[in-house]
Nanobody
Framework: QVQLVESGGGSVQAGGSLRLSCAASGITFSISGIGWYRQAPGKRRELVAAISSGGGINYLDSVKGRFTVSRDNAKNMVYLQMNSLKPEDTAVYYC???????????????????WGQGTQVTVSS
């Protein structure tokens, strides 16, 4: 059974930082593509960052230069370092895992795979 457990969310002021973590189990992590999505109230879920099994990375334009995604295959962990947070970053953030991994282009085109329960990030102005 695949499990993805996010942690690290919380409330911060604008300009602050948070580091989200996603712990994966029940999946061959090293060959899985991992994505971070977010959903704000009343809005559609959007892809924030994705990292492929080969280490390729892409970001949502609005987070480029502020967010950094990374993975530790030895620990079955993926991270999202979020700096210079803005109120518009407020959302529930979800971890998504895909195996097989068809690459970053697939992340941009549609959603599939396994999901965590989400972690709330709230940024106040």
């Amino acid at each position: 059974q695949v499990q993805l457990v996010e942690s690290g969310g919380g409330s911060v002021q604008a300009g602050g930082s948070l580091r989200l973590s996603c712990a994966a189990s029940g999946i061959t992590f090293s060959i899985s593509g991992i994505g971070w999505y977010r959903q704000a109230p009343g809005k559609r879920r959007e892809l924030v960052a994705a990292i492929s099994s080969g280490g390729g990375i892409n970001y949502l334009d609005s987070v480029k230069g502020r967010f950094t995604v990374s993975r530790d295959n030895a620990k079955n962990m993926v991270y999202l370092q979020m700096n210079s947070l803005k109120p518009e970053d407020t959302a529930v953030y979800y971890c998504n895992a895909r195996n097989p991994d068809f690459g970053l282009d697939e992340f941009r085109r549609y959603e599939r795979g396994y999901w965590g329960q989400g972690t709330q990030v709230t940024v106040s102005s």
